[in-house]
């Protein structure tokens, strides 16, 4: 039953990443048309839109090498790593100012 679940989880985190590497490869070569299109054409609104590709597909390239460590690392480091962020996230001061009262 074990194995079972184990597998699952497998299954589920290539299938994650299969579908990640998917949308950076749909951006890469959505990026690589625009590219050429501002090198033919040059203007203004493709260059643009190279940029905020460029910059959508680090940010997803970021996210995927975050998957990709957290499919590898082992189950309990990731439970510490997750409970860390949890108390740090509780240690954040409030929004919107001081929580001490004046008589």
Do not use: H, Y
């Not at 079972?4 to 985190?13: F, H, L, P, S, W």
């Not at 309990?76 to 001061?93: D, F, K, Q, S, W």
């Amino acid at each position: 039953m074990e194995m079972m679940v184990i597998a699952t989880a497998v299954v589920a985190i290539v299938l994650i990443a299969g579908i990640s590497i998917n949308g950076i490869v749909d951006k890469v070569m959505q990026g690589k048309r625009l590219r050429f299109e501002a090198s033919a054409g040059g203007d203004q609104q493709s260059t643009a839109q190279i940029r905020d590709i460029a910059e959508r597909q680090q940010m997803i390239e970021d996210r995927l090498r975050v998957l990709e460590r957290i499919a590898t690392d082992r189950g309990n480091l990731l439970a510490e790593e997750i409970e860390a962020l949890r108390g740090a996230g509780r240690a954040l001061p409030l929004v919107g100012g001081d929580s001490r009262e004046t008589a």
